[in-house]
């Protein structure tokens, strides 16, 4: 009896958990971005309208999941004539690709708190590998409505060129008005579903 108890305790032990599926509550997540410009100053924005979800479970990282879809035409740099400009097709063309989209491939170099988030970022319908930081404060309950909030941020740099956002000029003092890097910086709240992730986690 004895054998039997311990055989069913390492088969608990070693069977995969299952984790807990999270969708992105927008109104307390913030996308944002930030970019040179005429050399010497910085454009910074954000995007208001967006959707997604996080498969996660604490310590199995191999398994967690994120996808994203971001609405083209909801960027914010608190100019109205340059939002424009930049929903238009010298830029993101937000009426022929409505969608920034996100999907992670898998996660890397996870240490502790921390790790890498590789994924698939689709802007413009071109698609490329990006490498996100991950910081993963985790979950706790909320106070009011005591459901379960995973929070956690990422960055990462891309170079718009890569995107098909190629549009620039050049200015007098030198250089361009324009910066090809654009740093991403993410922060999202994310409430946890009724039922749990699709999968078991492997990790």
Known sequence: MKRLWILGAA????APALGK???ID???SKVSFRVQHMMVEYVTGDFGKFTGRVDYAPGR???WQVDADIDAGSIDTGIAARDSDLRSERFLDAAGHPSLVFKSLKVAAARGRRAKLIGDLTIRGITKRVTLNLDVDGVSKDAKSGAEILRATAETTIDRRDYGLVWNKAIEAGGVMIGDAVQ???AIEAEASPAPAQAPLKG
């Open 184 to 186: 991403i910086a993410i």
């Open 11 to 14: 088969l608990l032990a070693a």
């Open 26 to 28: 927008p109104a307390r």
């Open 61 to 63: 990282p191999k398994a």
């Open 21 to 23: 599926t999270f969708a």
